[in-house]
């Protein structure tokens, strides 16, 4: 599952990740991401993207409600911020290594989408 409010990197997210043989759905909204993912009712995503930085809910509001439902969901926030040391401290269990800065090449894109799912 990819959230991303911005509709130019979001299409360009997916289609690297299309690329590369994954499925992806899309949202642009986090409230409509977080009603879908409930609406599931059980673990199903191998990984969620993030953006950090979204009008309504943020990256780190949609991630606490989407670890409470499924606390083993693997996590990759984007941003354009330089926001790793900020956000580890707010999410310790959070590893660096999945927080991506934007903008971000592709094969770099994709080495740490392998490696989240992995």
């Not at 409930?38 to 191998?46: A, G, S």
């Not at 999945?98 to 740490?112: M, Q």
């Amino acid at each position: 599952m990819l959230v991303e409010d911005e509709r130019d990197i979001l299409f360009a997210f997916k289609a690297i990740l299309k690329s590369e043989g994954y499925n992806v759905d899309t949202f642009t909204d986090s409230f409509e991401a977080l009603k879908h993912f409930i609406k599931l009712n059980r673990p199903y995503y191998d990984l969620v993207i993030l953006d950090l930085r979204m009008r309504g809910m943020n990256g780190i509001q949609l991630y606490q409600k989407l670890k409470r439902i499924d606390d083993d969901l693997r996590v990759i926030f984007v941003t354009a911020l330089d926001a790793a040391r900020e956000l580890i401290s707010i999410l310790p269990d959070l590893n660096s290594q999945y927080i991506v800065r934007k903008p971000i090449a592709a094969r770099d894109f994709i080495k740490v989408v392998n490696k989240a799912v992995k």
